[in-house]
C-alpha cells in the first residue's frame, strides 16, 4: 500500500460492525467549539482496541516510527453536513504527533468525498486512504443519503518537540 493510492482495509462485514458500534454514541462533531462553522457532522469515537495492534502493525510496515494509533473517529455526514478545509497536525510541543492519516469509507453515498487539495476519493465501502495530517483535506456533503467514515491517526513520537516551560 502506498501513500494517496486507495486500497481494500475492511471487509463488508467490519464495516457494518463498525457502523453499528457508533450508531448509539453519535455527538456533535464540532471539535474547536460552538462557534466553528467549518463541521457540522456527527461522529462516535472507536475505544475498541481489538483491532489497534493489527493496525499500529500496518502502519509500522510504512514507516518503523509509528508506536501507537490516536482513538480512531466514525463520522457520519447526512446532506447539508461537512467539515471544511482542514489539517490534522497538533501543535509541536507533544510529546506524539500524527504521522498519517487513514479514512476508509464505511458507507457511501452520493457526493459524499473525500478531497485533497489535489485529489478527490470517492471511496467504495472498505477502501480507503492514507495521507499525510499535514495535507489540507476535506469532507464534503453527500447529495442524499449518509456517508459514514472511519479515521486513524497513526501516531510517532515527536523528534522536533518545542519545549513550552
Known amino acids: 500500500m502506498k501513500l494517496y493510492e486507495p486500497f481494500q482495509f475492511l471487509p463488508a462485514k467490519e464495516c457494518d460492525e463498525l457502523i453499528s458500534y457508533a450508531k448509539d454514541k453519535l455527538v456533535d462533531g464540532t471539535t474547536l467549539g460552538k462557534n466553528y462553522s467549518g463541521r457540522n457532522n456527527r461522529v462516535a469515537w472507536y475505544h475498541d482496541s481489538k483491532y489497534w495492534a493489527k493496525w499500529i502493525g500496518m502502519f509500522n510496515s510504512i514507516d518503523p516510527v509509528i ?14 453536513e461537512h467539515y471544511d478545509w482542514h489539517v490534522d497536525t ?11 492519516t487513514l479514512t476508509c469509507e464505511l458507507q457511501s453515498a452520493p457526493g459524499g468525498k473525500l478531497v485533497l487539495e489535489n485529489k478527490n476519493f470517492m ?5 480507503a486512504i492514507i495521507f499525510k495530517p ?6 464534503v456533503s453527500p447529495t442524499s443519503g449518509e456517508r459514514i467514515s472511519f479515521t486513524i491517526w497513526a501516531m510517532a513520537k515527536n523528534t522536533n518537540k518545542v519545549d513550552r516551560s
Open 67 to 80: 508506536d501507537w494509533i490516536q482513538t480512531p473517529q466514525i463520522a457520519f455526514y447526512q446532506p447539508g
Open 90 to 100: 497538533w501543535p509541536n510541543f507533544r510529546t506524539h504527533i500524527r504521522h498519517f
Open 134 to 139: 499535514s495535507d489540507r483535506h476535506k469532507a
Open 123 to 127: 471511496l467504495r465501502q472498505g477502501q
